[in-house]
Every structure is written in structure tokens, then in C-alpha cells.
């Protein structure tokens, strides 16, 4: 039976965590890795779009968007289109709307190896999609206090989507981002995400570093724009440990 790609979603209702920088250095080191990997913009923002592809699109992969090329070896990109807010009254309306990227997802686990969605900071009808897409949700959370507040408030998201549907949906790990080295702050904040989750939470950190910033206004990813730059080396240690947990290689395999 041929294997399908796992769906990984990018999610936390917080906004200015470091989602779509995630989505993208993620995705890019993945391809380095050998990896076929499909990026879906599933925000209106078209942030990763404009990330990875400058181009502004007109449809989104509701009215059919079909995968192009991007910036990052071995990464496609199916871009949020101008429609797509329009697109997500019409599914929060529609009998079985909340299924619908679950469905237009079927064909694309093909042909990929890893599908990684990025969402909007809210739990409404396109985030919602995409956890009942998703094999595995990854939770960026940034290195500050109340943090924890919008991850209980996924989590709690999520328990009643299984509840609701038939949920497929493994907690992948949480990614602690935008962290200050050295910071008091930051430093607590680690100790006590880690005491409540354990071996959930991801062992890289990603540092604050504003080349990620300057890496997406060129719409590059940051192994093609800064590859040594701490952000850099913090994502391809996280990539190391995202490819292990879905199962697709072993660290050794994870570029240097």
C-alpha cells in the first residue's frame, strides 16, 4: 500500500509566534533533506506565499490552487489566494465545510512526502480545516509569559474536535521560538513549558534573530538567505527532530 504523506499543521491561536517563519525554515531544511515537501498557505494573510513566492495569486486550494514552485530546493507551495477569505465564509456556511481541505488534500499525500499547512491565529473555519486535515499538529509558542494560556486554549480546541469528528490528530511536539538567549524570562518560561509537556516540547529553541524577517522580505527561506545565522541553526536542529518524530528519517540524514 503506498505510503501517505503526514499533514502537518502549524497552529496556535496567538498570533506573532513565529508560525509562518516556522512553516518555511521547516519546509526548507526538509527539502534539503531529501524530502518532497508540499507548504499550504491556509491564511488569508499570504504570508507564506509571499515567503516563498512573491507572486500574488488569485485562487487558494479551495477554488483549486495547484501546487508551484518556490524559492526552497525540493518545496512547492499551494498559495493562499485573494479568494480565500471569501472561501472561508462560503465553507463555514456549507453543509461538510469543515472537511473541505481534508478532501482536497487526499491526492497531494501522494505525491509528497511531508504536507506542512500554515494557519491563521484564530481557531475559526480555515484552522478548524485544518485540524481535521492533519495527521500531526506542531505548536510554535513564544518564549514568554501567557503562552500557555492560547496553547490550553488549542488544546482544549482540539479535545472537542475529537469529540465531534474523527480526529486523526497526534500532538507532533511544541517548538518554543523567539526565545532571548540568556533571558531570565526565556529561560523560565522553558522550565515550565517543559515540567507541563516533557519529551513534547522540541529540544531545539529558536532564538529571536532578525535575519528570519530579512530572509522572508527577499522570499527566501533561511538555508537559501542566512544559513549560519543562529534562527538557521536552531530550524535545522528542529527539522533533525520534526523528521525523527513523523517517522521520515534519522538525524543522520538531516543535512549538517
Do not use: W
Amino acid at each position: 500500500m503506498e505510503r501517505l504523506a503526514p499533514v502537518l499543521v502549524v497552529s496556535n491561536q496567538k498570533g506573532g509566534v513565529g508560525k509562518t517563519t516556522t512553516v518555511v525554515n521547516l519546509a526548507a531544511f526538509a527539502g534539503l533533506a531529501g524530502k518532497k515537501v508540499l507548504v499550504v498557505d491556509n491564511d488569508p494573510q499570504a504570508n507564506a506565499s509571499s515567503a516563498l513566492n512573491k507572486t500574488a495569486f488569485e485562487h487558494s486550494i479551495y477554488s483549486g490552487a495547484e501546487p508551484v514552485p518556490t524559492s526552497a530546493d525540493g518545496v512547492h507551495l499551494v498559495p493562499s489566494g485573494a479568494d480565500l477569505a471569501d472561501q472561508e465564509r462560503r465553507l463555514a456556511g456549507a453543509v461538510g465545510g469543515s472537511l473541505a481541505l481534508r478532501d482536497r488534500l487526499k491526492a497531494h499525500r501522494v505525491h509528497f512526502d511531508l504536507i506542512v499547512v500554515d494557519c491563521p491565529p484564530n481557531l475559526t473555519c480555515l484552522p478548524t480545516n485544518a485540524l481535521l486535515a492533519a495527521t500531526h499538529l506542531l505548536v510554535p509558542l513564544q518564549s514568554e509569559y501567557f503562552a500557555l494560556e492560547g496553547l490550553s486554549q488549542l488544546l482544549a480546541h482540539v479535545d472537542g474536535l475529537r469529540q465531534d469528528h474523527e480526529l486523526q490528530l497526534n500532538l507532533c511536539g511544541i517548538l518554543l521560538t523567539m526565545a532571548t538567549p540568556g533571558s531570565p524570562l526565556a529561560q523560565g518560561v522553558e522550565a515550565e513549558v517543559r515540567r507541563h509537556f516533557g519529551q513534547g516540547v522540541f529540544d531545539a529553541v529558536i532564538p529571536r534573530d532578525e535575519m528570519a524577517a530579512v530572509a522572508s522580505s527577499h522570499a527566501r527561506a533561511l538555508p537559501d538567505h542566512d544559513p549560519l545565522c543562529p534562527a538557521a541553526l536552531a530550524y535545522l536542529a528542529a527539522t533533525r527532530e520534526l523528521l525523527t518524530r513523523l517517522g521520515l528519517t534519522t538525524p543522520s540524514q538531516v543535512p549538517a
